[in-house]
């Protein structure tokens, strides 16, 4: 019996995976990096990432303009397969990490010469240096500092252990929550202080893609309020339940061939900018809105009616992130990856006119499978 029933869960976290349609380049790698039980953990981890690389796009969203913001949390028992996740957005983003890690030589550099300035009268002057990819291991002052830096682009966070969030930021956990909030709206973001050397930050919009991975019970200490609107902007991605799975090798790692082919679609994806509407996605929302509404009117459950108001927006740009994937596969399947690239910088409209035409029925479907899963999970754990 126990088996059987290890079995049905088994399927039951496939039931997801199996009703996705065929997905692009580099998302595709992406699960088959951490194998299909843990798909949409994984398309919940890299779509911040792929929305903090495009950062020049906007979608229209019931007739406003979204940028790509996205605030990710996956939540696993310890030993889940968590861990999976981390090489695979560190594929996503090692070219951001790599300018990063430049702009942190240069600090360093500037670092060493005011130690060795200490008691001059000249100081060096501080680079102020676009350094994207953000630890959490940080002071509220001192990240709100790095996110004016970004020169308004998109800046992200990953965090494999959100148990460091919630010591970090004990007692500016309602910091954190406000400026996560102000990063999924991408409104303006400001920060006063009197002293000279303290950290004045004026943000126009805040441009921050947040994923964090941690146990359920470092989710209740992350999201500790339900009532302000944090909790709703949050995608949470859950792993599949293997307490009693039996151990078996591990058939899933992020190969040399996936890599190349995430760090081919990412490095396009930059080179997208501008405002797009996407009438057949749109339709498809509202469609889903429609849906859940109607249940929910019938089961008068207003918490999971409630629910569906910020899941579908979100959906929405999660379902941008991968046509642009989409977008990008397709340009280097036609033209190789280096010919897309010229593609793209000679004519700025290409990705708009082709991510148009992304919007078939097939990979609209994924719509439906993003937004239950998000659903389900939001009910489950709120």
Not at 116 to 132: G, H, M, S, T
Not at 243 to 263: A, G, H, K, M
């Amino acid at each position: 019996l126990v088996n059987a029933l290890d079995e049905a869960n088994a399927k039951d976290d496939l039931f997801y995976y199996n009703a996705l349609p065929k997905l692009p380049q580099g998302i595709r790698d992406s699960i088959s990096a951490v194998g299909p039980a843990l798909a949409l953990p994984v398309i919940t981890a890299i779509c911040p990432a792929i929305g903090m690389l495009a950062t020049g796009v906007k979608v229209s969203v019931h007739g406003k303009m979204n940028s790509l913001n996205l605030i990710s949390y996956i939540a696993g028992d310890f030993a889940s397969g968590k861990g999976s996740i981390d090489p695979v957005v560190d594929a996503w983003t090692s070219e951001v990490k790599q300018m990063d890690k430049m702009y942190q030589q240069q600090e360093d550099e500037w670092r060493a010469k005011k130690r060795a300035a200490k008691n001059k009268k000249e100081q060096p002057e501080e680079p102020k240096l676009p350094v994207r990819c953000l630890t959490l291991n940080n002071t509220v002052a001192n990240l709100a500092e790095r996110l004016a830096n970004t020169e308004g682009k998109h800046a992200f966070s990953f965090t494999p252990e959100a148990d460091t969030v919630a010591q970090k930021w004990k007692s500016a956990m309602s910091d954190f929550s406000v400026m996560l909030r102000q990063a999924y709206d991408g409104t303006s973001y400001e920060r006063e202080a009197r002293s000279a050397d303290a950290v004045n930050v004026h943000i126009d919009r805040l441009l921050w893609n947040v994923v964090m991975c941690g146990t359920p019970d470092a989710l209740y200490r992350v999201v500790n309020n339900y009532t302000d609107g944090f909790q709703s902007r949050i995608v949470v991605a859950r792993t599949p339940d293997n307490t009693f799975t039996p151990l078996t090798d591990n058939l899933f790692v992020l190969t040399p061939r996936q890599q190349s082919n995430i760090l081919q679609i990412a490095h396009l994806l930059p080179m997208m900018a501008g405002e797009v509407e996407l009438p057949k996605l749109e339709a498809k929302g509202r469609e889903w809105l429609e849906q859940i509404r109607l249940e929910t009117m019938k089961d008068d459950d207003k918490v999971k009616a409630r629910q569906r108001f910020r899941i579908c927006p979100t959906t929405m740009r999660m379902m941008a992130c991968i046509m642009l994937c989409k977008v990008a596969e397709s340009l280097i399947q036609k033209l190789g990856a280096e010919e897309a690239e010229t593609r793209l910088k000679e004519n700025p409209l290409l990705w708009k006119e082709m991510i148009v035409k992304m919007q078939t029925p097939s990979m609209l479907s994924a719509f439906d499978v993003l937004a239950n899963y998000q659903l389900e999970n939001a009910l489950y754990f709120f």
